[in-house]
C-alpha cells in the first residue's frame, strides 16, 4: 500500500509560479505511473498532467501546456508540478495519485484509473 502526502500549494498573484511536491512511501515508487489532478470548487475534479514510471512519458491537459511541468525523483520517491504563469483559472485543490499499472493514452487522464491519492493542496491564484 502506497501513501501520498502533497505539499507546496499556497496564494500567488497571477503570473506567479508555485511548484507543488508529492512524497510518496509504502511502496517501491518507481514501479508507480503518477497523475496530478484538480478540483475547483464546484467543479468536477479534472486531469492536469501524468508521468510514467521512469519519467520518459508525460502528459498535459491542453489548457497547461507550455505552462506546467511534471517531473519525478525516483530516488527521493517524489513527484513534481512546477506552474510558471499561473492564471486564476488554475485555482484548485491538487492531488496526486498513483497508478502501479501502466495506464494507455486514453486512460492516464481518468481518475478512476488510479488507486491511490493524497490528501490535496490548496492553490489560489489572485487576479
Known amino acids: 500500500q502506497v501513501q501520498l502526502v502533497e505539499s507546496g500549494g499556497g496564494l500567488v498573484q497571477a503570473g506567479g509560479s508555485l511548484r507543488l511536491s508529492c512524497a510518496a512511501s509504502g511502496r517501491i515508487f518507481s514501479t508507480l505511473a503518477m497523475g496530478w489532478f484538480r478540483q475547483a470548487l464546484g467543479k468536477e475534479l479534472e486531469f492536469v498532467a501524468f508521468i510514467n514510471q521512469n519519467g520518459g512519458t508525460t502528459d498535459y491537459k491542453d489548457s497547461v501546456v507550455g505552462r506546467f511541468t511534471i517531473s519525478r525523483d525516483n530516488a527521493k520517491n517524489t513527484v513534481y508540478l512546477q506552474m510558471n504563469s499561473l492564471k486564476p483559472e488554475d485555482t484548485a485543490v491538487y492531488y496526486c495519485?498513483?497508478?502501479?499499472?501502466?495506464?494507455?493514452?486514453?486512460?492516464?487522464?481518468?481518475?478512476?484509473?488510479?488507486?491511490?491519492w493524497g490528501q490535496g493542496t490548496q492553490v489560489t491564484v489572485s487576479s
Open positions: 495519485a498513483a497508478d502501479p499499472e501502466s495506464p494507455t493514452d486514453y486512460t492516464r487522464s481518468f481518475p478512476w484509473k488510479y488507486d491511490t
